[in-house]
């Protein structure tokens, strides 16, 4: 492969001259420029595993809170339907204990009933999750005597 090209033309035969082939030493990346990919390929990979784990994170902390918002649900539907004068709703304040599912954490519901005028009482909920120390949920339910028990 590194022989001479013979050029005829008017003037007569010419040698072209070849570039002398690259040694076999020579092929390939050099030392640097393999460093470099794989460090710029271990910084793209950091940055991606960071976003994965944020986003699980993420993901089970919606799933925490979409979980004790359901309860909270189900607790005011609970106040929602008891008469007026029902034993739960006198003025003061009480606490049960849940579980959302069987293997999670248990969930505290703590509320607190305040009566506003003969026709109206305040009913504030608030949610924790035992062994956590994330933001309590908390919701407010007003109860009319008119439409109690409905």
Known sequence: MNEPILLADADGIRCLEMPPAKAAAEKG???IEVLFA???ISF???GTAELLLTSIEVDR????TVSLAGLLSSELDEFKAKPFDAPELVPGSGEIVLRAEPD????????TVVEISETLKKVKFTLTREGRAARPLEAVLLITRELAGR
């Open 104 to 111: 999670a954490a248990p969930v505290t519901v703590a509320w």
């Open 61 to 64: 902390k919606s799933d925490r």
């Open 29 to 31: 990346f050099s030392l």
């Open 44 to 46: 793209l990979l950091a």
């Open 38 to 40: 794989a460090g710029l």
